[in-house]
């Protein structure tokens, strides 16, 4: 078995073991902590892909920016990390039909679909080809996303603000 | 490198783990060096005499210091989260780690040259702030809380500064390809980015720029590896010692190794940036001295003498208070590197 192939099975397992953990934990750092390791084996799997530069902003992005964000939170606020949350099911019947009927679902449309399985080009440099996409076709989305973020960041100083 | 071990292993996993062994060595000993620099610094610029008792003018303190480590205990505070404590040493010690995997040593020795080499960098650094919040929340104790908080603080605000005056030699370089920088400032001293880099006389426009744009690279990454005069997160007056307050024996040195594993990776990122990485100063006039290996002492002499540089600041600056830190980031620095950014991308239109 070549050793890509091994990789990613340790990667796989690695996130699904860690996401069954964020969801399933008692302890809401711990919950955060395996959401790190989730994301940074997520990262991981997009090396493999050769996607270099969507792999380096997911952990600059969501590691580095998105996951600390959380944990300074949780760290100021005591009162959460004493707290157990609950993780037991309330409803069990109606999640249980749920969840059979969308993994249904999923694995039907895994087999069904025709997979497009050639082998990928070979990338020398990944960032320009992005760079040049984002700035003449992609032009307007992007313009779009940074505007939305920026509403979002100045709504966000605004309601955390004192009413006077 | 690369083709050497593809020649003797194949396409192998064996090459991969090969390939950061130096790097790791390299560290190893740098650490025990810095540290011993570090108190023979500081001891002469106090005039005092400083260690001279273990071996020839005290030479073997550290290495002694280190057998010392090994042999303490750890001991585990009694309500930590045994986990997250354990843990943290380790995650902090490997982003530290992972930053090596693009400092250009050589023409022939880069653990791995990414075309988004830099950019792989800056995220990195954002993953030891993670092992940074987890060992000061999980020692369980308040001093080691308002460490980390203070350095995740620091180190999140430091990175604008640092990443903008990155972005404008880099825009003058066209590249984010650690190798690349460093070919691209071939041919001697004068091509090297802290003096506009290759090309003709109307680079000269650009110097000023780009050496303010070194010295705001060297300001904000002395913020992010925590050292004096930003070193709140460790403020031994106010704090004791800042996350590391509980650790003890090995898992202490971890820290220890980190921080000055990360001073020298800083100093390595300067030195490609605007130094000319591995090249020598002297070009291609003498060209044994731009052989393979003599690179390498290029570039550990370079990187060796920014390391100076912040040891020798460290027994120089007092500390500065958490506002003057903020100011100096929010008011100063983020604004300069902008103007640089602004000058050059103007430059470079034109």
Not at chain 2, 237 to 251: D, I, Q, W
Request: proline content about 4%; hydrophobic content about 55%; glycine content about 6%.
């Amino acid at each position: 078995m070549p050793y890509y192939t091994i990789l990613f099975y340790i990667f796989a397992i690695a996130i699904i073991a860690s996401a069954v953990i964020v969801v399933t934990a008692k302890n809401i750092i711990y919950s955060a902590v395996s959401l790190f390791i989730t994301l940074f084996f997520i990262a991981g799997l997009y090396v493999l892909l050769n996607a270099d530069f969507i792999a380096i902003t997911q952990i600059m992005v969501y590691i580095g920016g998105i996951l600390v964000l959380l944990i300074f939170g949780i760290m100021l606020t005591s009162k959460i990390t004493e707290v157990e949350l609950t993780t037991s099911n309330l409803s069990a019947v109606p999640a249980i039909i749920f969840t059979v009927g969308i993994t249904t679902i999923i694995i039907f449309v895994i087999l069904t679909t025709k997979w497009n399985t050639k082998p990928p080009a070979v990338m020398t440099e990944t960032i320009s080809q992005i760079g040049k996409l984002m700035l003449t076709t992609y032009l307007l989305p992007f313009e779009i996303a940074s505007i939305v973020l920026l509403v979002a960041l100045i709504g966000s100083a605004m309601y955390s603000r004192k009413i006077k | 490198m690369d083709q050497f071990l593809i020649n003797i292993f194949g396409d192998n996993i064996i090459k991969y783990i090969i390939i950061p062994v130096p790097a790791l060595i390299w560290v190893s000993l740098f650490a025990l060096g810095a540290v011993l620099a570090e108190r023979k610094i500081s001891a002469f610029m106090q005039d005092r005499i400083g260690p001279n008792r273990t071996g020839k003018w005290g030479i073997l303190q550290t290495v002694m210091d280190v057998v010392k480590l090994f042999q303490k205990e750890f001991v585990f505070p009694l309500r930590a989260n045994k986990v997250l404590f354990r843990m943290a040493p380790f995650v902090v010690f490997t982003a530290a780690f992972l930053g090596y995997a693009i400092l250009p040593f050589s023409s022939v020795y880069i653990g791995v040259d990414l075309n988004l080499g830099l950019f792989y960098f800056f995220a990195i650094t954002s993953l030891g702030v993670m092992g940074l919040l987890l060992a000061g929340w999980s020692s369980n104790n308040k001093y080691s809380l308002y460490g980390g908080l203070r350095s995740v603080a620091q180190i999140v605000s430091y990175e604008i500064p640092t990443a903008l005056s990155a972005l404008s030699v880099v825009m003058v370089a066209g590249t984010l390809s650690m190798q690349k920088f460093c070919v691209l400032q071939s041919g001697g001293i004068q091509n090297w980015y802290f003096l506009g880099g290759p090309g003709g006389l109307s680079r000269l426009i650009m110097v000023p720029f780009l050496l303010s744009s070194a010295l705001i690279l060297f300001i904000s990454t002395l913020a992010e590896t925590n050292r004096t005069p930003f070193d709140i997160p460790e403020a031994d007056s106010e704090l004791v010692a800042g996350v590391h307050l509980e650790y003890s024996g090995m898992m202490f040195a971890m820290f220890f190794f980190a921080e000055y594993a990360q001073m020298f990776a800083v100093s390595g990122i300067i030195t490609t940036l605007f130094f000319g990485g591995w090249q020598s100063p002297f070009g291609d006039l003498i060209p044994f001295l731009n052989s393979p290996v003599m690179q390498i002492f290029w570039f550990l002499i370079k990187g060796l003498f920014f390391v100076f540089v912040q040891i020798w600041l460290r027994w120089t600056l007092p500390r500065v208070r958490v506002d003057q830190l903020m100011t100096i980031c929010w008011k100063y620095m983020i604004p300069l590197a902008f103007v640089n950014l602004f000058a050059l991308g103007l430059y470079l239109v034109l």
